[in-house]
């Protein structure tokens, strides 16, 4: 990683993040700085995004997760962006074999918060350049982590690409608040003061709830991957259909997870799908991952 400011554009607190890079040794319980070779598979000018809220609730805990790190290890994706991670969590992760081998993990729990987002990078495809957390107006704690990312030279010909994901405010009463913080993603992904991404991309859970807030995304900016590949389906629920007897007197089914990019030319969505949508038999019950679905989406960057 370079030593290079944060992004300037936002008038928000914004803090370096240092990587937690670790490989396994034999030796149990001993973690040492990665020292993992060089893969040589075929360069490639896309990357996979997968965002997931995994669901900090102690039901089914820690089964549903355990499902969480099998559906990464199918997928592969080069970025996970994960919602409501705990420390049991990243504990988890450090015993997991793929994480372990293949992800950078970069953590920002606002202080006094005992959950919060994680982006997972994949080392053996990308480097990473710059990486930091932004401050939101927030009283549930939350905040934006943002990654610079290149392709790893000889394996990947990914260009630069910028991504950001936070756990946006929840409520139907914090509308306002999510607009603020809409606007301040809107600004730090766009920025280009310090570096110009060729893919620039927010995802995670947006709580967008609101029949007025629909369309605000695009109000400050963005489109939505699943609405440009998916034009006649423009539902996409992602929360309340794995466990809808835990929604409230009226609640419905919601489009709340998204992955939305800044359109440019040579930038593609080639492919997009849900992740968690299928249950997983566990003590004869059959149970999902988590109450949200996450997304998957891989965009191509056919840069002249």
């Given at each position: 990683m370079t030593s290079t400011p944060p992004y300037p554009s936002s008038t928000a607190v914004q803090t370096p993040l240092t990587p937690l890079e670790f490989s396994f040794t034999s030796?149990?319980?001993?973690?040492?700085?990665?020292?993992?070779?060089?893969?040589?598979?075929?360069?490639?000018s896309s990357?996979?995004?997968?965002?997931?809220?995994?669901?900090?609730?102690?039901?089914?805990?820690?089964?549903?997760?355990?499902?969480?790190?099998?559906?990464?290890?199918?997928?592969?994706?080069?970025?996970?962006?994960i919602q409501e991670a705990t420390e049991g969590f990243i504990n988890l992760l450090k015993n997991d074999a793929v994480?372990?081998?293949?992800y950078i993990v970069l953590k920002n729990f606002v202080e006094g918060s005992w959950y919060g987002c994680l982006i997972l990078v994949d080392r053996t495809k990308l480097d990473i350049v710059r990486a930091t957390s932004v401050t939101f107006p927030t009283q549930m704690g939350r905040a934006l982590i943002v990654v610079e990312v290149i392709g790893k030279k000889d394996v990947s010909n990914l260009p630069l690409c910028r991504i950001?994901?936070?756990?946006?405010e929840s409520m139907h009463y914090s509308s306002e608040t999510r607009f603020q913080q809409f606007t301040i993603a809107s600004q730090i992904v766009k920025d280009t003061s310090i570096s110009n991404p060729f893919i620039s991309v927010v995802c995670g859970d947006t709580n967008l709830e609101l029949p007025n807030e629909v369309d605000l995304p695009q109000q400050v900016g963005f489109r939505d991957s699943w609405?440009?590949?998916?034009?006649?389906?423009?539902?996409?629920?992602?929360?309340?259909?794995?466990?809808?007897?835990?929604?409230?007197?009226?609640?419905?089914?919601?489009?709340?997870?998204?992955?939305?990019?800044?359109?440019?030319?040579?930038?593609?969505?080639?492919?997009i799908g849900l992740v968690g949508d299928q249950p997983v038999e566990v003590d004869g019950h059959s149970i999902y991952p988590s109450?949200?679905?996450?997304?998957?989406?891989?965009?191509?960057?056919?840069?002249e």
């Open positions: 030796s149990p319980d001993k973690w040492l700085e990665s020292l993992l070779p060089k893969p040589t598979p075929t360069p490639s990357i996979k995004i997968l965002t997931y809220n995994i669901w900090f609730d102690n039901l089914y805990l820690p089964h549903r997760w355990l499902a969480i790190l099998s559906l990464i290890a199918k997928h592969q994706p080069e970025v996970v962006c994480a372990r081998e293949r950001a994901t936070s756990h946006f609405l440009d590949t998916h034009p006649e389906e423009e539902v996409g629920h992602t929360w309340g259909i794995t466990y809808p007897k835990m929604m409230r007197g009226e609640e419905r089914p919601r489009k709340l997870d998204r992955v939305l990019y800044l359109e440019k030319e040579g930038v593609k969505v080639v492919n109450d949200h679905i996450g997304i998957v989406a891989e965009f191509d960057s056919k840069k």
